[in-house]
């Protein structure tokens, strides 16, 4: 495990997921029952941006810092922006929340948050970060085993964020398998899946495997490229791959992706959205 999200936290890809995951939360805490989140790959849970890590790939600044400084940014970021002025306390952009912090702010006393990491000392740090309180469990397990272990059965709400580093070649399939296991022992979970986007042959079997596995679910497929495909070494984009996911997502997540994509992209980028399965 070479990963450390510490050198891409508050990056473009970041915006994206967390602006998402923020708007899915708001609506699944519209209603009376309690939420349970499984977060499988949880990470730091809060990123020093002035560490060395952060700054020497610089991508916080043309992430987070490009967006705190653009006031016309669309409401679908408002919810982030908030979080992250949460984070510094006047200092704009020292810290950048992740996923743990945002999940934990975002639930009520009565929901429930399950977070995974397996790195040794990014676990340590998390559990630093994360406060002690009922619902809230920090776990230093693999997140495809225990993320299965924890899911709540239907109808109780469950939302699941699969956000893998990608380094392993296996992790998309592994992803693939987790949606399918999940979605038998909760048919209603919503499960927002993270991924690269580097070619699109790669990135087009992903989310048919995703389609053969939840069949009867519909699903939001959300791409940011920031630039064309023709390298497919690079990086070249993500995409959030919502399974189950509310209709009401479609419009923000569109708007974000278009956003990031014209402000931090180069010619070729773009935002869109599709839906499977409806
Ligand atoms: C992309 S980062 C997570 C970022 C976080 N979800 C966020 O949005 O702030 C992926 C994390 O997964 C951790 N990881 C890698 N393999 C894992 C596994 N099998 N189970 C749990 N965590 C794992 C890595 O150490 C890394 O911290």
């Known amino acids: 495990?070479?990963?450390?999200?510490?050198?891409?936290?508050?990056?473009?890809?970041?915006?994206?997921?967390?602006?998402?995951?923020?708007?899915?939360?708001?609506?699944?805490?519209?209603?009376?029952?309690?939420?349970?989140?499984?977060?499988?790959?949880?990470?730091?849970?809060?990123?020093?941006?002035?560490?060395?890590?952060?700054?020497?790939?610089?991508?916080?600044?043309?992430?987070?810092?490009?967006?705190?400084s653009t006031p016309d940014a669309p409401m679908v970021f408002g919810a982030l922006k908030a979080a992250v002025a949460r984070a510094n306390l006047g200092d704009p952009i020292r810290y950048y929340p992740g996923s743990p912090v945002l999940i934990q702010q975002g639930l009520r006393p009565r929901d429930r948050y399950i977070a995974c990491e397996l790195r040794p000392d990014d676990y340590a740090a998390l559990k630093g970060v994360m406060p002690r309180q009922a619902g809230v469990l920090v776990l230093n397990e693999d997140g495809w085993a225990a993320g299965i272990q924890r899911v709540t059965p239907w109808p109780e709400p469950l939302l699941v964020l699969i956000d893998p580093p990608f380094e392993r070649p296996d992790d998309g399939v592994k992803a693939v398998d987790l949606i399918e296991a999940m979605l038998l022992r909760n048919r209603g979970a919503v499960v927002a899946l993270w991924a690269p986007i580097k070619d699109l042959t790669t990135f087009d079997a992903l989310v048919s495997d995703i389609q053969d596995a939840a069949p009867a679910a519909p699903i939001l497929i959300t791409e940011l490229r920031l630039r064309g495909l023709g390298d497919p070494m690079r990086m070249n984009g993500c995409a959030m791959i919502v399974v189950n996911s509310p209709s009401s997502l479609e419009t923000h997540a569109h708007e974000a992706a278009e956003w990031i994509a014209s402000q931090m992209g180069e010619a070729g980028g773009l935002g869109r959205t599709e839906w499977r399965n409806r």
């Open 1 to 68: 495990m070479n990963y450390r999200h510490l050198f891409h936290a508050g990056n473009f890809a970041d915006l994206l997921k967390h602006a998402m995951l923020l708007d899915l939360l708001r609506e699944m805490t519209g209603g009376d029952l309690a939420l349970t989140v499984i977060d499988t790959h949880a990470g730091a849970g809060l990123y020093d941006l002035a560490s060395g890590a952060a700054r020497r790939t610089g991508e916080a600044v043309a992430g987070v810092g490009r967006l705190i």
